[in-house]
């Protein structure tokens, strides 16, 4: 008969393996060969597209994710570039940042009237000491490298919104609110929101043909917030991290809970103790549910990660959130799992 220590020993030693099997189950799962871009919501499927203008061809990273979200900031949409909802005291902030393999990075936050902040963001990290600039410096850094300070004015969708808000003036966030674009998307299409639709951050991480991981977000932040609110997007660790020897994550949904367990960096980190991206990204999200309790029902956060074989995964609170993916040979819009099925 088997004595209760060594009971005890082939129990830990299964427990283990067990471990061990999941880890590499998860790794397995999603894996993909040659570059990869992945982007969060269905403006990730164009998005993506600008990036692999860079990637298809043999580019570096930091050129994809920077041109890849330069797509989402042109277009006219709620969340992100000039197009998009003010604060509410009716001007548009914007916020992003850009990391590479290499641990360099740079940041802009509560920037105004600069078109393509994620540009601003990769000339901080590559012209100054420092990683983030803010507000009235950030414009003028901007101006001063030679971007072109547009008009102070929202685009008329911008201000229609604005206009209906001011009947009301409540701030409420909703949960995944998303791009017009995303109607007829069929599973992926969550509910009108009051007759409209909005849209979140494009966060995009990617691997190149090098075997060098990259990544980007930029976004205009909650509309109608309060004038300096900062969301997690911009932030380095939060919103975004990149490792070369681990992998890289993006964040999108609430940013405040993402910041309060330095998100992107969690998942990172996550996928260092040997979690694959799906695993890493569903371990920070149930550190949020247990933080947040019965208020998790009111607030939607999701996280997109990569590892540095090029296996890609995906976890959120709510059903509802949607991740792009392109490579050689795939080209979609994925439904990520989530906590709240």
Known sequence: MMNR???????????????????????ANNKVSGPVVISTWDAGLRANKGAWEVLGNGGNVLDAVEKGVMVT????????????NPDRDGFVTLDACIMDHKFNCGSVAFLERIKHPISVARKVMEKTPHVMLVGDGAQQFAV????????????PDAKKSYEKWLQNSKYEPQINRENIENKGHGPFAPAQIDGEWNHDTIGMVALDAHGH?????????????????LGDSPIIGAGLYVDG????????????????????????????QGFGPELACQKVIERIVKIKGDDVKKIQVAFLAINKNGVVGAFAIHKGFSYAIKTNTTEELIAAKSWFS
């Open 213 to 229: 991981l990259g990544g980007s977000c930029t976004t205009s932040g909650m509309g109608f917030k309060m004038r300096g609110r």
């Open 5 to 27: 220590k060594r009971f005890l020993q082939l129990s830990a030693l299964t427990g283990i393996a067990t471990t061990f099997v999941n880890k590499a189950t998860s790794q």
């Open 144 to 155: 001063s490298e030679g971007f072109t300070l547009e008009p102070q004015e929202l685009s």
């Open 245 to 272: 020897e681990v992998g890289a994550c993006t964040a999108t949904g609430q940013g405040e809970d993402v910041i309060r367990v330095a998100g992107s960096h969690s998942v990172v980190e996550m996928m260092r």
């Open 73 to 84: 900031e042109n277009e006219i949409n709620c969340c992100v570039g000039l197009g998009a």
